[in-house]
């Protein structure tokens, strides 16, 4: 979704995924055999005479990085936001009071539905994220995902008032008790709408968690995921050779 904007090259073969971030000079955590993957890691680093670096490791990899002489540091920036289903499909409590008014307010001067049938409206989709989001880094991953959407098992929805398509999003299921967000846009001249369609994509789903990924180390992003009140921020590392 993010290869260009990452600058993401890829190496595979039977015994591992590797993906090497141009952008942030850092591997991401290898798929497959680790200490297999770390020596080609190793040894790409020497060749390219630069440090090397692994993002996005997991607590459960973090002891074999520190076993091959690695420094594991938490990063904040990539720790992944988990929410309960129920928590986001009920906004029940005080610390939902804001997303609730929201949603009342937008109630009163809009009618809107919420529909999964998304796989029919992705050149709605298109033309909204080129009109509403022009100019920033996500419109190219958004229109990689739609392009895409038929090759994998996404599911989606989208959010119409009077006809007119005021927010959507994409996601997949991961796991057996967990669905992964990959896109989640609204019209922002609508306050509540993101509200709205969180909670009606919480409904739709059956899965007990919702992975929305990290925030990228932007302020605002994190602040806005830390208002919908994650149930679990898991810890992501990077490692460093010591």
């Known amino acids: 979704m993010y290869a260009d904007l990452y600058e993401l090259q890829i190496y595979n ?8 971030s141009g952008k942030d000079k850092a591997f991401y955590a290898p ?25 996005k490791i997991t607590e459960a990899d973090k002891e074999f990085y520190e076993g091959r ?25 005080s610390c939902y009071r804001k997303q609730r008014n929201n949603i009342s307010k937008y109630l009163l001067t809009m009618q809107p539905s ?5 796989s029919e409206h992705l050149e709605a989709c298109r033309h909204f994220t080129e009109e509403h989001y022009a100019g920033t880094d996500v419109v190219a991953p958004t229109l990689r995902v739609l392009d895409n959407f038929a090759e994998f098992d996404f599911s989606g929805g989208v959010v119409w008032s ?17 669905v992964l967000s990959h896109v989640e846009l609204t019209d922002n001249n609508y306050r509540g709408v993101h509200a709205y369609m969180i909670n009606h994509m919480a ?22 995921k830390e208002r919908y009140h994650p149930a679990i921020l898991q810890v992501k590392y990077k490692a460093t050779l010591r």
């Open 114 to 118: 919420y529909t999964t049938d998304i």
């Open 69 to 93: 002489g690695m420094l594991c540091e938490a990063d904040r920036d990539a720790f992944d936001y988990i929410f309960r289903n129920s928590d986001l499909r009920d906004f029940n409590g």
């Open 13 to 20: 073969d039977e015994r591992c995924i590797i993906i090497f």
């Open 31 to 55: 798929l497959g055999d680790k200490e297999y993957a770390l020596d080609l890691m190793m040894s790409y680093a020497t060749e390219k005479s630069m440090p090397l670096v692994i993002t």
């Open 203 to 224: 409904k739709n789903m059956h899965l007990p968690f919702i992975n929305k990924e990290d925030d990228m180390g932007l302020e605002g992003l994190r602040r806005f």
């Open 162 to 178: 009077n006809g007119v398509l005021q927010a959507f999003n994409i996601y997949e299921q991961v796991s057996e008790d967990m």
